[in-house]
């Protein structure tokens, strides 16, 4: 069957999705980089509050006592809390590791 | 019904992708992957950077420690403070009392609140902490519902939880507990009347390195200074260059974007006798780069655009977690994160034009040279 003019390569869908493709690719773009640049953040006050109060240096981003939460790990010295300098003194070494009474 | 065409080069183009259709959805997932892994990556790196450094902003200036043969040793508190003040250019001090502790969960870090908190500008209403009472960070306890824990360090205590923080508080005190100073001196074995280490305020933030050897005499013990920049400067330095998770990414994602290179080279250059065929039926050579410049951008754009907002939505959400759990060692409540995003759009660019670049670059570079060449010639190849 010969398809006819209009249907021969659907050039006609085919200009919509692009159309489509391209006012999507716009908006998420958009709404990225929209919120990157505009966004606020409210959060961050309670953290300063806390770190202002407490006088807290460190970040909680790993776990405390890391050393003894992960006995197996494969890197013991990698504990941010009790020194700066990463997987240079291992944490037993830096400080603040009390071992618990068996 | 005639169908109006309103960029027929569009379309064109459009019609043209969809002719492999195969092709088009693996360079559309290798590209998105490709985009949101590496942007995940850079991400997650500047956006923990920027935001330990915001935080930290009003950290002490300096953190003073006292070390022994044995390593970290609980300081003489009004002593310390009296020595310290007496270093020009201090404007303050205080001690602390913290340190490790067995909870309910895992160990968590323990802190001696010596002021009352309602006078410490929090902005919830948090009670006092009297003896026997504690406050806990949002990782504590997977049973919110529980009121008394068990903190077991050099002695053992349990304290009823008066209040849990908020989970916004995650990354300054997740696992954190808050005790009575007694309560806390208790259970890590420090006797009354020392603390664990000493915060210091300077008044500029660049005295604080000038200040370290005069603070290093004036203590008759040894001691272990930390300045707020070096503290924060452990973020800014890059939590993925220094752990190698940068290198270990880009490597092979250097490697995959090579692959997408070549083959977007090759498919173009298998696909020359097109040209030669457009040509012949009159297309001229502008013609032609714009119908593949339109082909390498609907190919490319969406899938990066894709990528990127991939990206920044594992990293940006508010209140991710995935990182503690795959990055930073948490087997079970990882701290949620609320990340700033300063500074993301510049990264989101620079990953977009990383990848995307090349890949034009290897779509058209073929499809231009095919449309300096003779039609006869190309179309020669392919037929004869």
Redesign the interface.
Known sequence: MIPSP?QA????I??G???F??I??IL??G???G???L?S?P????????????????????????A???AD?PNQA?D??YD????RIPP???????T??D | ????????F??????DI?RQPLVAILLFLSLASLVALLGTVLLLSQS?AG??E???????SI?I?K?GAG??APLPARESIRIAKSVPGVIGA?T?I?????GPE????V?G?D?P?KT?????NLPSISAGQAIV?P?VMANAEADRIIL?????LAVKVTAVL?S?????????V?LHPDDARNI??IASGYA?DL?LEVFHESEAEALLPDLTQAFPWPV?L?T?R??A???SAGLAR??GLTYMMLVPALLALAFIVVGAFRNQSARRYEVGLYKALGWTTTDIFRLQLLKAL?GG??AV??G??VA?GLV?W?GVSWP?YLL????KHA?VL?L??TG??WV?IEIAVLVFLPYLAATLWPAIEAATTDPQDLLEKEFI
């Not at chain 1, 390569?9 to 006609?12: F, M, N, P, S, V």
């Not at chain 1, 959060?43 to 006592?65: A, E, K, W």
């Not at chain 2, 916004?168 to 954190?176: A, E, L, P, Q, T």
């Open positions: 209009g390569d659907r050039l006609g085919c200009n999705i692009g159309i493709i391209l999507a690719a998420v773009a709404m990225v980089f919120d990157a640049l966004r953040y959060h961050q006050d309670v953290r300063v509050q806390l770190v202002r109060t407490f006088g807290f240096n460190r970040l909680t981003l790993v776990p405390s006592g890391r003894r939460r992960l790990a990698l941010w809390r700066p300098r990463l997987v037993g070494m830096a400080d603040l590791i009390l618990p009474p | 019904m005639k169908i109006r065409l309103s960029y027929p569009l379309a064109w183009s459009i019609r969809f923990l935001t330990a915001r935080i930290l902003k009003d950290a002490p953190v420690r070390v390593g970290w205080r602390r913290w340190g490790t502790a067995s895992g160990p968590v870090t802190y609140v002021q908190l410490a500008g929090l902005p919830e960070g990782g077991t360090g050099i002695k053992s908020d916004r508080s995650s990354m300054v005190i997740h696992d954190g808050l890590l074995g664990t915060i272990r930390i707020r070096e503290a400067g452990m973020y220094r752990s609907f754009i969406p655009v894709c990127l907002a920044y940006r508010p503690g930073l060692g948490w087997q701290p609320h700033d995003a993301a759009s989101l």
